[in-house]
């Protein structure tokens, strides 16, 4: 079962335009909800994170909305740059000491930002 | 530091062939992890590791196995490769977690490209 479902699976935005990307989830024992960005030939790297304790979360041109009820959260890439194009991932954890820190993926983004 | 690295890069198995692949960190961490990723999948956990000489099965563990005999190194193993293996596998690490709360962020390696023919 896909415990985390991620869309769009691609976007084409204008340079300084929004990005947006949502995902939604369905364990509620998940408790830590971050973002990773993936250039091609890459391995993907930690781009912002946040815990269900706060709405929002905002570093820089990037932000994370988090409404726990609904059991989804999204990125929201401010100002796009070409050089935000990228695969995103949302993913999802439970951490805990005995947790293993093991993220679920979302399925993946293909960001296109054109000049 | 070198962070995660990965070997090989690149490797091209026939159906039945076993192979190894290494993932090497020198940033003391206690978790390791593998994941494969695939178009439209995303990345899936296939085993992962808490410490030295400990290892539990992930999402998709199947027709893989795994193990951490030194801390800084989590060997992934397929004993009779299949073409539903081609993928991009991925190993990542992270602080051991001692609280629930914080953050974890887990450091990727660059990927191995795994065709299975």
């Known amino acids: 079962q896909q415990q985390v479902k991620q869309s769009p699976q691609s976007l084409i935005v204008q340079k300084g335009g929004i990005s947006i990307i949502n995902c939604a989830y369905e364990n509620t024992a998940f408790d830590y909800f971050p973002w990773y960005q993936q250039f091609p030939g890459k391995g993907p790297a930690l781009l912002i994170a946040i815990r269900p304790d706060v709405s929002e979360k905002k570093e820089g041109r990037f932000t994370i909305s988090f409404n726990k009820s609904a059991k989804q959260f999204s990125l929201h890439i401010m100002d796009s740059q070409p050089g935000d194009s990228a695969t995103y991932f949302c993913?999802?954890?439970?951490?805990?000491?005995?947790?293993?820190?093991?993220?679920?993926f979302g399925q993946g983004t293909e960001l296109s930002v054109k000049p | 530091n070198a962070g995660v690295t990965q070997t090989p890069k690149f490797r091209v198995l026939k159906t039945g062939q076993s192979m190894t692949l290494l993932c090497a960190q020198d940033m003391n961490h206690e978790y390791m992890y593998w994941y494969r990723q695939d178009p439209g999948m995303g990345l899936r956990l296939i085993h992962y590791?808490?410490?030295?000489?400990?290892?539990a099965k992930g999402e998709v563990p199947d027709g893989y196995n795994v193990s951490r005999l030194k801390k800084q190194n989590f060997l992934l193993g397929l004993e009779s490769a299949a073409p539903s293996q081609t993928s991009v596998y991925f190993c990542a690490s992270s602080r051991q977690i001692i609280s629930s709360g914080g953050y974890n962020e887990q450091f990727f390696g660059p990927g191995t490209r795994l065709t299975v023919l």
């Open positions: 590791s808490v410490g030295e000489g400990t290892t």
């Open positions: 993913a999802a954890s439970i951490l805990g000491y005995n947790q293993g820190g093991k993220l679920i």
